[in-house]
C-alpha cells in the first residue's frame, strides 16, 4: 500500500540501469543530487520503447551516445513501506565501452559529479544492494549469464 492505494504488480515502476564502461574496464557511477552514494546511470522506462529511452536519458543526463547491448539483469526490489516507495522492477543493461574515462557533462541540477570506478571500488562509492548489483552484472558481463536478482542478491540467497 503506497499513499493509502492497494498497488498491484502492474503498477510496478520499471526502472533501468545503463552499465556503461571505460576501456579500461573501469565502470561510470553517478551522483544523483541529494541521494547517499553514486549509482549506475538509471532511467524510468515505463511505457516507453527500451532502446530509444535508455539513449536518449544517457545522452541527456551525460553526453555519451551509447546504445544498450544486451539484458544482463532484472532486479526485483521490495515495497519500502516506511518511506512509501513502491516495489519495482530495474532492468540492468549492458551499454558497452566508451574512450578512456570521457568527461561527463552532467546537469548540475540533477547531479552532482560522476566518477569512473574499478570494480573493486565500486562498493566505496555505493550503496550496499546497489555495490550487489553492480558487482553481479559485471560478472555477468563476463561469463554471458543473464541474472534474476532480489535486492541486488541472486535470487534465492540469503540477504541482509
Not at 574499478?118 to 558481463?141: F, K, M, W
Amino acid at each position: 500500500m503506497v499513499n493509502g492505494q492497494e498497488r498491484t504488480t502492474s503498477d510496478r515502476t520499471i526502472r533501468v540501469n545503463a552499465v556503461i564502461r571505460d576501456q579500461t574496464e573501469r565502470v561510470l557511477l553517478l551522483a544523483p543530487t541529494g541521494a547517499r552514494g553514486k549509482s549506475l546511470p538509471s532511467f524510468d522506462v515505463s511505457g516507453a520503447a527500451l532502446h530509444a529511452a535508455l539513449r536518449r536519458g544517457i545522452r541527456t543526463a551525460t553526453g555519451l551516445d551509447v546504445s544498450p547491448v544486451r539484458l544482463l539483469a532484472v532486479d526485483v526490489i521490495p515495497e519500502d513501506r516506511d518511506k512509501e516507495i513502491p516495489a519495482r522492477h530495474c532492468l540492468v543493461v549492458d551499454c558497452g565501452r566508451v574512450g578512456n574515462a570521457p568527461r561527463i557533462l552532467t546537469h548540475r541540477a540533477t547531479y552532482d559529479g560522476y566518477v569512473w570506478a574499478p570494480e573493486e571500488d565500486v562498493a566505496e562509492h555505493t550503496e550496499p544492494h546497489r555495490a550487489r548489483r553492480i558487482r553481479e552484472c559485471l560478472g555477468a558481463l563476463n561469463s554471458g549469464e543473464s541474472l534474476h536478482l532480489e535486492h541486488g542478491w541472486r535470487a534465492g540467497e540469503e540477504g541482509d
